[in-house]
């Protein structure tokens, strides 16, 4: 199954945990992933979504600013699994004929990703373990667990989110 095309939707805070979360949109559907991240993440997110520039690189920036002096460009990361409650990512990246997937944190790929222009996607498998829907084989979230994330992104106000797109 192709990965799914998504975009950065919005970054909110849990009210619960006070932790930052990213939250990807299918491009063509309607479909979210919530990600809870990790604050400097959500700063390093943020402040290109705002298109906020700093006299002197962030971290995210410096690894962008060593990839294009080394010829090497980013045409897209991927959310490409969800174990024991942790996503993973995977960064492509190209440099001539050469390409290499690099582990990534999904907010530190949606970070590089934002930065470099790269497409965002998501595996079908990660959605629906995310998003698990009753009598569905992939599901392996129990019903407390299930109740516990509705009533997370129910709480959820959308006014609230700090950057929406």
Do not use: C
């Amino acid at each position: 199954m192709a990965p799914i095309r998504m975009n950065v939707h919005a970054i909110t805070i849990d009210q619960h945990s006070n932790t930052p979360i990213l939250i990807l949109k299918e491009e063509d559907g309607e479909r979210t992933l919530p990600i809870w991240i990790g604050l400097l993440e959500a700063t390093a997110i943020a402040t290109e979504l705002e298109k906020i520039s700093f006299a002197r690189p962030m971290t995210h920036d410096l690894a962008i600013n060593l990839l294009k002096a080394m010829g090497i460009t980013i045409p897209k990361i991927v959310v490409n699994d969800l174990h024991d409650n942790t996503y993973y990512a995977l960064i492509t990246l190209e440099q001539g004929d050469k390409t290499i997937e690099v582990d990534a944190r999904p907010s530190d790929a949606v970070a590089l990703a934002l930065r470099a222009g790269a497409q965002i996607y998501v595996e079908e498998d990660v959605l629906l373990k995310s998003q698990p829907q009753k009598g569905t084989p992939a599901t392996e979230i129990n019903s407390d667990e299930e109740k516990k994330w509705a009533e997370i992104l129910e709480e959820l106000d959308p006014e609230a989110f700090k950057y929406k797109m």
